[in-house]
Structures are given as structure tokens and as C-alpha cells.
């Protein structure tokens, strides 16, 4: 696509002057000779030299907008003189326990197994995470009982001996 746009130029700049030449009176066959003179000119224009100074320049980095690492923005997150998270941690931390209780067998949205979540991730505490307001103690809560129920190496070991 370079290629095709450093050639574009000279070629038009080319075919424009053939015409002019042979309206000013230029016999055809020097009107083309002119033309590809031109084109050819403005092609040796464009060619970078070994001594050019722009040949081993760095390129012009691509303006991107910084928007931060998922670190970042759940670090931000907290907000320490309310002792408060804001939803996007709390969501993360859910969908995690979720997952590793999945994992367990133990579904969250059937009353049923309530107790077995009582159970694994401490008393209240699915309901703290679903409350108005979660505090940095339910966020640390959470992510311990997380921890808990991370699968362990010899539970790996288990299913591969399996399959």
C-alpha cells in the first residue's frame, strides 16, 4: 500500500503533463518522453539515500489513547476514606466466586443450596456482595474464601489421571 502511494504521485504528476505538452504544441511522441521524465524525477525525489538522515529515523509512534490496565482502574476502585468499592470490584469478585463454586457443584441463584454457599464462603457474606454497599472487609472476605476455593494443584493431578 506504501508502495502503490509513492508511485501514484509521479505517475499522475505524468499522465497530467502529457496532455499539457501536447496542447502547448509538443509533438506526442516527446510529450510522453517529458512525461515519464517527470514521473521518473519525482520518483528519484521520493528514493532515501544511504547518507539521508530520515533512513534510520525512528517512526512516528501511532497517537493511542492511554486507558489503563484492569490494575489500575480496580485499584482506583477502592476508595479507602469510605471504606467502600465501587461496583466494578464487587462484579469481578462475584463472577470469580461464582465460578469457583460452579466448579463446586454449588449453584449461587438456587435456595436450595444456600446453606452449601453459607457453607463455602462464610455467613452473609454472598449477601454483602450483593448489598448497596460493600466495604473493603467484604472485598477481603471474598477474595480469601476465593482462595479457598481456588482449585488445588492435586485437584489438577486428579482430573488428568482421569481422563
Not at 69 to 82: E, F, G, K, Q, T
Amino acid at each position: 500500500m506504501r508502495l502503490l502511494g509513492r508511485i501514484a504521485v509521479p505517475l499522475g504528476l505524468g499522465a497530467i503533463s502529457i496532455p499539457v505538452l501536447i496542447a502547448l504544441g509538443v509533438q506526442a511522441e516527446f510529450a510522453w518522453a517529458w512525461g515519464a521524465l517527470l514521473a521518473a524525477v519525482v520518483v528519484m525525489f521520493q528514493l532515501r539515500m544511504p547518507d539521508d538522515p530520515r533512513l534510520d529515523a525512528p517512526g512516528r509512534k501511532d497517537e493511542r489513547s492511554y486507558v489503563g490496565s484492569d490494575v489500575s482502574r480496580l485499584a482506583w476502585a477502592i476508595n479507602l476514606s469510605s471504606d467502600s468499592v465501587s461496583e466494578a470490584v464487587t462484579r469481578r469478585v462475584r463472577a470469580t466466586l461464582r465460578r469457583r463454586l460452579a466448579r463446586r457443584g454449588i449453584d449461587l441463584d438456587d435456595e436450595a443450596q444456600a446453606a452449601a454457599v453459607e457453607q463455602q464462603l462464610g455467613t452473609g457474606l454472598w449477601a454483602r456482595l450483593n448489598g448497596r454497599r460493600t466495604s473493603i472487609q467484604d472485598i477481603r472476605d471474598a477474595l480469601a474464601a476465593a482462595e479457598r476455593l481456588a482449585p488445588s494443584e492435586t485437584d489438577a493431578f486428579q482430573r488428568e489421571t482421569r481422563s
